[in-house]
């Protein structure tokens, strides 16, 4: 057994190794929990990288040292230049660990592999159609940006495009000619979540150690088979990091904390394979192990719903002023929700029967008045419609309210509304872009990126080629955020709200277009309000890309969690279509576990303001072949029978199930249906429920609840098997406490495995058919003790 020693001033370890029957035991006494939190690891590749070292300081701290340790036995010292560290490469088992030394305090940050493979796709010379002036690729690996191959010099007609991937899937299609394909040569296919499918190319990662824990008598013990590297921390101290090369059991006694919130983690890895990593918060000195002991702070256990203010319900009809212009059809103008009406349905109680404990409301500064944008069809000759600013995407105030959504009184009667009964609020922030009334623009109109590109084209739309300077439309100017007195200004703005509004966070709209400039600065100053407020919020941004560059944004600096839309992809892919697979949702799954830890707050949508209606996808009334901004322009859209209820249901099993933070959008609570925007924006129904919608409301709730009182549903490990075609079992394990998870996605009953425990295991959630299978396109959760 070979274990580093590694100590601190506050911090004295409890070890205890049941190896070779060796067993010391320490107590261990810790009073410097970090207000913001655990330290998220970071994630290097093969070559070396470089880190701010600013993301793991508080405000007016400076950190002394800085000690990369690839292994246990192997630590240096790095040099920090201009703020950031270099590392030079991957840990040498997959997990390392760096040292911040601030005011005499380590600080442990975790370092893991991001196990790279290179990877050559190739078009081959027989492959049709034979390209006449262009090859190339675009996926994941190329941020969905049409890249060129490269010819094969001694293969006439073969072209090849190197790439670095990490493991997992990675979807993909070449371009020949400008036209978009799949891959002849590879027929592995995955679901794009739209109805259509990409080629993609499957990478495995080494296999990892297990890991696990259990409690006894106060103690928490940590074991991993071995040969693996362990490391434990408490509250970002490092209290163990060693090599074994045997089995381990290691004891870690907790005391002389104070009675708050403190976190016990451990990581484990082997030759490149990392195990689950594990989170155990403790109350004071005791792991909890009681939902009961959880309150809103912690965002593990958190519910999200998502409204569209305006869409919601009209809580006061004063404020009701829908633009008179004929251009904007109905459905493209304000509707008159309010806040005065979430309020409304807070107070009736809404979101607690329905087991939602947050609530992300749209964004409720002013925004422009009068007509704006265009959609038309493609022939223009059926719809045309401008819109106005319902949607509150249109900035022209970073901290007014808008008339037409309330008032700062009403902001302020929401949130205390919220906190008072244990619920959190979550404001949709816009900072990348104002509209071109905005006041900002008549002073500083040179803050704006540039609407032209050099070769004299539109810098609109172009989301993946030009991200961080496109516009995404002409009269919404983009901020150039990596200009320093921009970020200054914007991110003094968002900071505001922290001040004056009871907001506990921010949903971050177009994060991805927005430089790391602006979140360093925004999370700094949120650092610094937490001093005064004495609050810690929580952050969430949007991002659709590769894992790789949705975890560019996530670190102790910058945002705590996005959304997953690469889970939602493949879950509407598995769950809409008879030709999806579980096997693609699993793979997808367990790959965002390993891009963002299997304790993640990563968003896990039923839907969004910007996709079609999954319901509507799931039972056929909507043609994935047709845009669906147009049938939903120019079709009164229903249910198409109840299939589309049943399958709502079943995704909605599916994100309660999952780690992450299940977001129901407005509406899907009742299997709401429609096509694209605006026609997925529709107002909220409450009353006169067919019988499906009530049924689906129930078990939307029923989940909801169901995941919010078990421990295992929201920490421990997370386990995929996917048992047939038919049938996905989720297993959730935390200190001795197993929910098991299954779910149909076919169209007739499944029989389900023995569960092998000798006693009737309760059903927690859904239900079994007269014979005991698990009826079609359905779920059912059973718990154990």
Same mark, same amino acid.
């Given at each position: 057994?070979?274990?580093?020693?590694?100590?601190?001033?506050?911090?004295?370890?409890?070890?205890?190794?049941?190896?070779?029957?060796?067993?010391?035991?320490? /107590?261990?006494?810790?009073?410097?929990?970090?207000?913001?939190?655990? %330290?998220? !690891?970071?994630?290097?590749?093969?070559?070396?990288?470089?880190?701010?070292?600013?993301?793991?300081?508080?405000?007016?701290?400076?950190?002394?040292?800085?000690?990369?340790?690839?292994?246990?036995?192997?630590?240096?010292?790095?040099?920090?230049?201009?703020?950031?560290?270099?590392?030079?490469?991957?840990?040498?088992?997959?997990?390392?660990?760096?040292?911040?030394?601030?005011?005499?305090?380590?600080?442990?940050?975790?370092?893991?592999?991001?196990?790279?493979?290179?990877?050559?796709?190739?078009?081959?010379?027989?492959?049709?159609?034979?390209?006449?002036?262009?090859?190339?690729?675009?996926?994941? @690996?190329?941020?969905?940006?049409?890249?060129?191959?490269?010819?094969?010099?001694?293969?006439?007609?073969?072209?090849?495009?190197?790439?670095?991937?990490?493991?997992?899937?990675?979807?993909?299609?070449?371009?020949?000619?400008?036209?978009?394909?799949?891959?002849?040569?590879?027929?592995? +296919?995955?679901?794009?979540?739209?109805?259509?499918?990409?080629?993609?190319?499957?990478?495995?990662?080494?296999?990892? !150690?297990?890991?696990?824990? =259990?409690?006894?008598?106060?103690?928490?013990?940590?074991?991993?088979?071995?040969?693996?590297? +362990?490391?434990?921390?408490?509250?970002?101290?490092?209290?163990?990091?060693?090599?074994?090369?045997?089995?381990?059991?290691?004891?870690?006694? @907790?005391?002389?904390?104070?009675?708050?919130?403190?976190?016990?983690?451990?990581?484990?890895?082997?030759?490149?394979?990392?195990?689950?990593?594990?989170?155990?918060?403790?109350?004071?000195?005791?792991?909890?192990?009681?939902?009961?002991? @959880?309150?809103?702070?912690?965002?593990?256990?958190?519910?999200?719903? =998502?409204?569209?203010?305006?869409?919601?319900?009209?809580?006061?009809?004063?404020?009701?002023?829908?633009?008179?212009?004929?251009?904007?059809?109905?459905?493209?103008?304000?509707?008159?929700?309010?806040?005065?009406?979430?309020?409304?349905?807070?107070?009736?109680?809404?979101?607690?029967?329905?087991?939602?404990?947050?609530?992300?409301?749209?964004?409720?500064?002013?925004?422009? /008045?009068?007509?704006?944008? +265009?959609?038309?069809?493609?022939?223009?000759?059926?719809?045309?419609?401008?819109?106005?600013?319902?949607?509150?995407?249109?900035?022209?105030?970073?901290?007014?309210?808008?008339?037409?959504?309330?008032?700062?009184?009403?902001?302020?009667?929401?949130? *205390?509304?919220?906190?008072?009964?244990?619920?959190?609020?979550?404001?949709?922030?816009?900072?990348?872009?104002?509209?071109? *009334?905005?006041?900002?623009?008549?002073?500083?109109?040179?803050?704006?990126?540039?609407?032209?590109?050099?070769?004299?084209?539109?810098?609109?739309?172009?989301?993946?080629?030009?991200?961080?300077?496109?516009?995404? *439309?002409?009269?919404?100017?983009?901020?150039?955020? &990596?200009?320093?007195?921009?970020?200054?200004?914007?991110?003094?703005?968002?900071?505001?709200?922290?001040?004056?509004?009871?907001?506990?966070?921010?949903?971050?709209?177009?994060?991805?277009? %927005?430089?790391?400039?602006?979140?360093?600065?925004?999370?700094?100053?949120?650092?610094?309000?937490?001093?005064?407020?004495?609050?810690?919020?929580?952050?969430?941004?949007?991002?659709?890309?590769?894992?790789?560059?949705?975890?560019?944004?996530?670190?102790?600096?910058?945002?705590?969690?996005? =959304?997953?839309?690469?889970?939602?992809?493949?879950?509407?892919?598995?769950?809409?279509?008879?030709?999806?697979?579980?096997?693609?949702?699993?793979?997808?799954?367990?790959?965002?576990?390993?891009?963002?830890?299997?304790?993640?707050?990563?968003?896990?949508?039923?839907?969004?303001?910007?996709?079609?209606?999954?319901?509507? +996808?799931?039972?056929?009334?909507?043609?994935?072949?047709?845009?669906?901004? =147009?049938?939903?322009?120019?079709?009164?859209?229903?249910?198409?029978?109840? &299939?589309?209820?049943?399958?709502?249901?079943? $995704?909605?099993?599916?994100?309660?199930?999952?780690?992450?933070?299940?977001?129901?959008?407005?509406?899907?609570? %009742?299997?709401?249906?429609?096509?694209?925007?605006?026609?997925?924006?529709?107002?909220?129904?409450?009353?006169?429920?067919?019988?499906?919608?009530?049924?689906?409301?129930?078990?939307?709730?029923?989940?909801?609840?169901?995941?919010?009182?078990?421990?295992?549903?929201?920490?421990?490990?997370?386990?995929?098997?996917?048992?047939?075609?038919?049938?996905?079992?989720?297993?959730?394990?935390? $200190?001795?406490?197993?929910?098991?998870?299954?779910?149909?996605?076919?169209?007739?009953?499944?029989?389900?495995?023995?569960?092998?425990?000798?006693?009737?295991?309760?059903?927690?959630?859904?239900?079994?058919?007269?014979?005991?299978?698990?009826?079609?396109?359905?779920?059912?959760?059973?718990?154990?003790?």
């Amino acid at each position: 057994m070979n274990a580093s020693q590694f100590g601190s001033k506050a911090v004295a370890v409890a070890m205890a190794f049941a190896v070779l029957g060796c067993q010391p035991s320490e /107590e261990l006494h810790t009073h410097l929990a970090s207000s913001w939190g655990p %330290i998220m !690891p970071i994630q290097v590749g093969a070559n070396a990288s470089t880190w701010v070292v600013q993301d793991w300081l508080g405000p007016g701290e400076s950190a002394e040292r800085l000690i990369y340790c690839s292994s246990p036995s192997s630590c240096d010292t790095l040099v920090i230049e201009q703020g950031t560290v270099t590392l030079p490469g991957a840990p040498t088992s997959g997990l390392g660990v760096l040292k911040v030394l601030v005011n005499d305090e380590e600080r442990m940050v975790p370092v893991l592999s991001k196990g790279e493979q290179n990877h050559t796709f190739m078009w081959g010379p027989a492959n049709q159609p034979q390209p006449t002036s262009s090859v190339g690729i675009v996926g994941d @690996l190329t941020g969905w940006t049409p890249t060129p191959a490269t010819p094969v010099t001694d293969q006439p007609g073969a072209y090849a495009f190197d790439a670095v991937l990490r493991p997992g899937n990675h979807p993909y299609q070449w371009v020949i000619d400008g036209e978009w394909m799949t891959d002849p040569s590879n027929d592995d +296919l995955m679901s794009n979540g739209m109805g259509g499918w990409n080629s993609v190319v499957r990478l495995e990662a080494p296999q990892p !150690p297990n890991l696990s824990a =259990f409690a006894n008598q106060g103690k928490l013990f940590f074991q991993v088979d071995g040969p693996a590297d +362990l490391l434990v921390t408490v509250d970002n101290i490092m209290v163990h990091y060693g090599r074994h090369d045997q089995a381990v059991t290691l004891p870690v006694v @907790l005391s002389g904390f104070d009675g708050g919130r403190h976190h016990v983690r451990a990581w484990a890895a082997h030759e490149g394979g990392i195990a689950q990593d594990l989170l155990i918060p403790t109350a004071g000195n005791a792991p909890v192990t009681d939902v009961a002991n @959880l309150d809103r702070s912690d965002w593990h256990s958190a519910t999200m719903y =998502f409204l569209m203010v305006d869409r919601f319900f009209n809580g006061e009809v004063d404020n009701d002023e829908p633009v008179n212009d004929p251009s904007i059809l109905p459905l493209a103008n304000h509707l008159g929700g309010d806040l005065q009406g979430v309020t409304a349905k807070l107070e009736e109680g809404y979101f607690d029967e329905l087991g939602m404990n947050t609530v992300w409301i749209s964004p409720i500064t002013a925004n422009a /008045e009068g007509a704006w944008g +265009l959609w038309q069809d493609s022939l223009r000759t059926q719809v045309s419609s401008k819109f106005s600013g319902y949607h509150g995407y249109w900035p022209v105030s970073c901290t007014q309210v808008d008339r037409r959504f309330g008032s700062r009184k009403a902001m302020t009667a929401l949130t *205390d509304g919220a906190h008072h009964r244990g619920m959190n609020v979550l404001l949709d922030y816009v900072g990348n872009h104002v509209h071109e *009334d905005h006041p900002l623009m008549d002073v500083h109109r040179d803050w704006t990126t540039n609407l032209y590109l050099p070769d004299g084209s539109l810098n609109t739309e172009r989301w993946d080629d030009h991200r961080l300077t496109t516009w995404f *439309d002409t009269f919404m100017p983009t901020l150039d955020l &990596e200009r320093p007195e921009v970020a200054e200004a914007m991110s003094d703005s968002a900071v505001w709200w922290a001040h004056h509004s009871g907001i506990d966070g921010f949903r971050h709209d177009a994060t991805k277009h %927005i430089s790391e400039v602006f979140w360093r600065k925004l999370t700094l100053k949120l650092k610094d309000a937490q001093r005064h407020t004495g609050k810690r919020l929580f952050q969430i941004g949007e991002t659709y890309g590769s894992p790789d560059l949705i975890g560019s944004y996530l670190s102790s600096g910058m945002l705590d969690a996005q =959304f997953d839309f690469n889970v939602y992809d493949k879950a509407v892919g598995a769950i809409a279509f008879e030709e999806g697979s579980w096997s693609d949702l699993v793979e997808t799954s367990e790959s965002s576990l390993s891009a963002y830890g299997a304790h993640h707050l990563m968003g896990n949508i039923t839907g969004n303001q910007d996709r079609p209606r999954f319901t509507s +996808l799931a039972d056929g009334t909507l043609d994935v072949n047709e845009d669906m901004k =147009f049938q939903g322009w120019t079709r009164d859209i229903q249910h198409g029978g109840d &299939e589309g209820y049943a399958k709502m249901r079943t $995704l909605m099993s599916f994100i309660m199930s999952v780690p992450g933070i299940p977001c129901v959008y407005y509406g899907d609570e %009742i299997a709401d249906v429609g096509g694209n925007d605006p026609d997925n924006r529709r107002m909220m129904r409450f009353g006169e429920l067919n019988d499906q919608e009530t049924a689906t409301r129930a078990w939307t709730a029923s989940w909801a609840n169901l995941r919010r009182s078990r421990m295992s549903m929201l920490y421990g490990t997370t386990r995929f098997d996917v048992l047939n075609d038919a049938v996905l079992h989720i297993q959730r394990s935390y $200190l001795g406490e197993v929910t098991d998870i299954y779910l149909n996605r076919e169209s007739s009953p499944a029989p389900l495995p023995e569960l092998g425990t000798g006693q009737p295991v309760p059903v927690l959630a859904g239900s079994l058919t007269s014979d005991g299978q698990l009826p079609a396109w359905s779920a059912v959760a059973f718990g154990q003790p």
